[in-house]
């Protein structure tokens, strides 16, 4: 499926079974098992440019103050676990990482404004956090059960968590053994923002889904590979865990449109704002100079031979690139001809 057709398929799917779409995301919607780009090195120089995406300002808001992230761990999530994705956010604004690094790949996100011609904020900060342990709405989620286990985080009666609209991220983050609508068919995350209705606020949040178990040749590429691409060697995974390494990616995918559409009428392409094309899923599947197709691009490799293409504070990480809208091509942090 192309990606716009996929972001159809979800949507549609989200117009059928709740109020409102939602904005889906999964790694590579575009893989044509055996066309000509599986090969490596055949790849296009960014197919992820041109001439003939209109990426508009729809002049809504865009998150220009301090960025706040809370995470809901829903599940059972290990400690080493959570540092990885705690280290990732925390490696957005970090000034410290080695380049090519997080914070380079935030600058893109960062070249987007709002009415007043404010960026986008340079600080994104982990905030309180929230654990669900006991799975308070089940083990299968609906987009609907979703903005439910929002609201008992937010309301809760000990340490609920802070609810500021403008500044306030609430990324939902749902262990392998969790179900949530659409997971690994149509997609591995996406963000909307919750109803009054049903959380008594309007909330820009996000869900990444533990792809682990369920379907990380999916979700989790290329730290596993589909089984339809037999030959295919999954690539090693920069911090040993095939399921978070590759949430990493699908969270930033998602921080990033949070950030540019928190309420889905600011930054996105397409003539349908039931059917936005946002800055991230315009990079879908590109980490690296000439990526396009399957081919992720050009990445690189530690002394363990596990993949990367950015740094972060104390650990490396597989992030996929964002649109920049002044150059109108994918960009990121690692890209050779910069
Ligand atoms: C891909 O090509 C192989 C060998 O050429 C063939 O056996 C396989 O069925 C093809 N797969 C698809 C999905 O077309
Ligand atoms: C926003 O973050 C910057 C840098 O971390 C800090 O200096 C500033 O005081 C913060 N502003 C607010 C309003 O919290
Ligand atoms: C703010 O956005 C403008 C317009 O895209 C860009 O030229 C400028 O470099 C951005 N500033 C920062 C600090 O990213």
Known sequence: MSPLLS??????????????????????????????DLLYGGSKKFEGSSEFVHLRYHMGPVLTENITIHPIWYGTWERSQKKIIREFIGSISSVDSKRPSVSGWWKTVQLYTDQTGAN????????????????????????????SVIKSAVTAKTNPLPTNPKSGLYL??????????????QVCGFHYFTFPSIVGYTLPYAWVGNSAKQCPGVCAYPFAVPTYMPGRKPLK?????????????????EIAELATNPLVNAWYAGPDPSFPVEIADLCEGIYGTGGGGSYTGQLMEDHDGATYNMNGIRRRYLVQWVWNHLVNYCTGPNALDQ
């Open 7 to 36: 972001l159809i398929a979800v949507t549609v799917l989200a117009l059928t079974f709740s109020p409102a779409p939602v904005t889906g995301w999964r790694p590579w919607p575009h893989m044509k098992p055996n066309s000509s």
């Open 120 to 147: 986008i904020s340079r600080t994104v900060r982990l905030g309180k956090e929230k654990n669900d342990r006991f799975y308070s709405h089940g083990k299968s989620l609906t987009r609907l059960s979703i903005q």
């Open 172 to 185: 939902l983050l749902t262990a392998p053994d969790v179900y949530v609508q659409d997971f690994c068919g």
């Open 237 to 253: 995974s920069p911090n040993g865990d095939v399921g978070v390494d590759g949430m990493i990616s699908v969270i930033g995918h």
